[in-house]
């Protein structure tokens, strides 16, 4: 597992996020605080309803807290309109999902240029080439989505992902979709671009044996931070913790 760093890629200051109003209101982020260091896999977990998935969307940048500081790479982006924030979102983060996401009527190879040509900018073929490379698909850059298994398709996204060299990259139930064999390629794929590339990654997921690969879990329950596991020794640990915490709430 990689050893944390003193820089954190994202940082959380007792942030909060209110969805409703008066007796309806609910307080998915209840002042959270919170850092990613750099070269790091942090898993977040929780109960249905805990905030994990409005953690994700304040900590990336496509959801706005109420109250608190967001930082990415140090850039604070409480002060950033939203074209600034779409930048920095665009140049700064990459993003998996559980449904891929994928354009499909574009190439793999399409598809991981694109978030380049968003951006404007060029994207280079040899790059695009490497990237599909490290992600174990050399030979399937001109295969459009529906050509791709399932876990081939995930590996297009996480190239994308990385093609822009985020700050981090954050996934959403990146193996939901998957069968156990697929998911295990993926997150070995995961847990290898932060060993290997000193590459974020923060995940939020509800399996245990995905959280195992992190070297670091986090557990939210009713928008606070609860409980954090450094160094899970496997699945049946997490899945423990995960059993008390349910129980508790």
């Not at 600034?84 to 665009?90: D, G, I, K, T």
């Not at 590996?155 to 700050?167: C, D, G, K, M």
């Not at 939901?176 to 060993?195: C, M, N, P, Q, Y």
């Not at 020794?233 to 508790?248: D, F, P, T, Y």
């Amino acid at each position: 597992m990689t050893e944390h760093t003193n820089t954190a890629a994202v940082e959380l200051r007792a942030v909060r996020k209110t969805y409703g109003s008066g007796a309806r209101a609910v307080a998915a982020l209840d002042g959270v605080s919170l850092d990613f260091a750099t070269g790091t896999f942090t898993a977040v977990m929780g109960p249905s309803g805990s905030g994990k998935s409005t953690l994700l969307h304040c900590a990336a940048g496509l959801d706005r807290p109420d109250d608190g500081t967001v930082r990415i790479g140090g850039v604070d982006l409480g002060p950033l309109d939203e074209t600034a924030l779409a930048l920095l979102r665009r140049e700064r983060i990459g993003f998996v999902f559980q449904a891929f996401n994928l354009v499909s009527a574009l190439t793999a190879e399409q598809n991981v240029g694109l978030p380049r040509q968003l951006a404007g900018k060029r994207a280079d073929s040899d790059e695009i080439r490497a990237a599909l490379t490290a992600v174990g698909l050399a030979n399937r850059g001109t295969h459009r989505p529906s050509q791709l298994s399932g876990g081939e398709q995930q590996r297009v996204a996480i190239a994308r992902a990385l093609i822009t060299r985020p700050a981090a990259v954050f996934a959403d139930e990146p193996t939901g979709a998957l069968d156990s064999k697929t998911s295990r390629g993926v997150l070995e794929l995961l847990r290898g671009i932060v060993d290997r590339d000193g590459q974020t990654v923060i995940m939020v997921t509800h399996d245990p044996v995905a959280a195992a690969h992190a070297d670091r879990v986090v557990l939210l329950a009713d928008g606070r931070l609860v409980d954090r596991i450094d160094n899970p020794q496997g699945a049946q640990a997490i899945a423990a913790r995960m059993a008390v915490l349910e129980a508790s709430c």
